[in-house]
T-cell receptor, first 111, second 113 residues
Framework: QQPVQSPQAVILREGEDAVINCSSS?????VHWYRQKHGEAPVFLMI?????EQKGHEKISASFNEKKQQSSLYLTASQLSYSGTYFC????????????FGKGTKLTVNP | DAGVIQSPRHEVTEMGQEVTLRCKPI?????LFWYRQTMMRGLELLIY????????DSGMPEDRFSAKMPNASFSTLKIQPSEPRDSAVYFC???????????FGPGTRLLVL
C-alpha cells in the first residue's frame, strides 16, 4: 500500500525550515528517504529502521515512529540546493523486501 | 565506480514496436530493481531480482512487459508490443542487498507515439 506524503508541495525562502511527513496504513520495518531533482534520478538520503530512531544528514534529519507508522523528514535552514521532490519509500515487515514509494513532496527553496 | 548504467537514455518509438531497456548494476550488488515513473502514478516498482532470480514481479503491468537478468551484471526490461500509455521514465536501481540503500541509474525516457 502506497504511503501518503504531506504536504504535496512547499515553497520556502532560503534559511527557513520544513517538515515532510510520510504515513502508512501498514506496519513498517523501515523507511527510506530520497530526493529527486528535475530530470535526474532519485538520490538516497537516509534509511530509518524500526525502533523510533532519528538520523541526521547535514541539516536534514528524520525520525521514524513505528507505533504511528509514520516518518518525518526535517530540513533545517534550507539551502537553494535542497529544492527537489522528496520521496519516502516504505518497507513492510515479514521479509517483503520491496519499497513502496509515496507520490512525493515538491520542495522549492527561493533566494 | 561508474554507478548504475542504463541505455538508451531516450527512446522514441511507435505503437506496436518492441522496446528493450538495458541496465548494468553496480558491481557487487546482489539486488536489482526496475521502476517506472509517471506524473500520475509516481514511482512504481515493476520487478526486482535477488542474485539474478526474479523475486517479485507483481508490479509488472501486463504480459506485454518482461524482464530478465541473465547474469549479475546485466538486466533487460522488454515491452512488446509497446503502447502510448507505456510512455514514462524507467529507472533501474541496485543495492548490495534488497533491504539496503538503492542506487538509481539515470533512467530511460520512453515515448511511445
Amino acid at each position: 500500500q502506497q504511503p501518503v506524503q504531506s504536504p504535496q508541495a512547499v515553497i520556502l525562502r532560503e534559511g527557513e525550515d520544513a517538515v515532510i511527513n510520510c504515513s502508512s496504513s501498514k506496519a513498517l520495518y523501515s523507511v527510506h528517504w530520497y530526493r529527486q531533482k528535475h530530470g535526474e534520478a532519485p538520490v538516497f538520503l537516509m534509511i530509518l529502521l524500526k525502533g523510533g530512531e532519528q538520523k541526521g544528514h547535514e541539516k536534514i534529519s528524520a525520525s521514524f515512529n513505528e507505533k504511528k507508522q509514520q516518518s518525518s523528514l526535517y530540513l533545517t535552514a534550507s539551502q537553494l540546493s535542497y529544492s527537489g521532490t522528496y520521496f519516502c519509500g516504505t518497507e513492510g515487515g515479514g521479509g517483503s523486501e520491496k519499497l513502496v514509494f509515496g507520490k512525493g513532496t515538491k520542495l522549492t527553496v527561493n533566494p | 565506480d561508474a554507478g548504475v548504467i542504463q541505455s538508451p537514455r531516450h527512446e522514441v518509438t511507435e505503437m506496436g514496436q518492441e522496446v528493450t531497456l538495458r541496465c548494468k548494476p553496480i558491481s557487487g550488488h546482489n539486488s536489482l530493481f526496475w521502476y517506472r515513473q509517471t506524473m500520475m502514478r509516481g514511482l512504481e516498482l515493476l520487478i526486482y531480482f535477488n542474485n539474478n532470480v526474479p523475486i517479485d514481479d507483481s508490479g509488472m503491468p501486463e504480459d506485454r512487459f518482461s524482464a530478465k537478468m541473465p547474469n549479475a551484471s546485466f538486466s533487460t526490461l522488454k515491452i512488446q508490443p509497446s503502447e502510448p500509455r507505456d510512455s514514462a521514465v524507467y529507472f533501474c536501481a541496485s543495492s548490495l542487498r534488497s533491504q539496503e540503500t538503492q542506487y538509481f541509474g539515470p533512467g530511460t525516457r520512453l515515448l511511445v507515439l
